[in-house]
């Protein structure tokens, strides 16, 4: 059975599908890899180097023609226009959001696998949790960009020409990406406070070393799967107003919240901006076309407030970190393509619960019972 690395195409994508240790171990268990040339030049894996692996470096037309094509993301309308019915199509390809594709993808006959989709409950599927390897990174790095626009020290630093006192970061919503951000913050020495509509991630945040946040006028709103439900209009009212009160006692604020499938809820509200000290930061992980976690916040730019806030629209942080994003990445994509396989050939068993969990689209069929529901309801407005 063939596999192929495909270049990724949408705007700032530096990722690779799989990267050379990747291809090494793939090899080993009896499949065949290819690889579009220059499918990892930008996280600076070269074509050398996957040869030496043990891949061969095709152009894309032989690379979209293999048994199984792996992505990091979507595929375009031209590489979509390329696939044929029955070839295996893998990345992380946002089903829940974007219908359109799933739709398109199931008239094309594909059989695709969404990683983002992974039941991540399940102890199995682990290695092959994307959306975790990938926030990790994005925690991260939030907290590092925060550092960097923040016009003072993150540290208590103690020197001949003065004292600094430490940072006061809030990072709001406590899932992996907010961990990883409340612990670089606290690496860098700042004093991390953290809130999460869900309860039970007061724990995890602090054994970060964060100090965990209530807020008296909004109840726990955990839902399905791990994740936070969406709030109600009244819900969010009050947590925006509540919040506002915290969020102008700290210098950083770090967003991450995400409702599987919505659009990110507003966190920080204009009033809440409005209420912070010139020289303030927040990095609105949330950013998107649609909005973010926070009021104003622009995808992939950076604004100033009239009251002098820096607002970091900090979508596609994996991205920024190819190197490391797309190393993880090829790990989780070949546990799963080690799990799937069997005697050469991937076996989709419909009874497996974490194989039912990632197939969206197969025989012309969409299969998943999230997005067939979804198809068939009418079209909430955005
Ligand atoms: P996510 O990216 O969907 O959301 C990030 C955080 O935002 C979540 O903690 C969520 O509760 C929070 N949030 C959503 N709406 C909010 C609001 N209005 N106000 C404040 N916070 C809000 O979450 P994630 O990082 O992908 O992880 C979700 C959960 O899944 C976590 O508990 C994580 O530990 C769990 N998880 C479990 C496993 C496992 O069991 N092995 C693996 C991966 C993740």
Known sequence: MKVSVVKETAPGERRVALVPESVAKLRATGLEVVVESGAGDAAWFTDDSYAESGASVVDRAEALSADVVVMVGKPDDATLARLRAGQVLIGMLSPLTDPDLVRALAAAGVTAISLDMLPRTLPRAQPMDALSSQANIAGYHAALMAATEYGRFFPLLITAAGTARPARVLVLGTGVAGLQAIGTARRLGAV??????????????????????????VGAASGAGGYARELTEDEREAQQHELAGHIARHDVVITTAQVPGRRPPLLVSEDALKAMAAGSVVVDMGASPLGGNVAGSVPSDTVTTENGVTIVGADHL???MPSAASAMYARNVSALLRYLLSDGALVLAGDDELTAGVVITRDGAIVHPALSEQASQPEEPA
């Open 192 to 217: 991390v406070s953290a809130y999460d509509v869900r309860p039970e991630t007061r724990a995890e945040a602090e054994s970060v070393g964060a100090t965990f946040i209530e807020l008296s006028s």
């Open 318 to 320: 994996p991205a920024r």
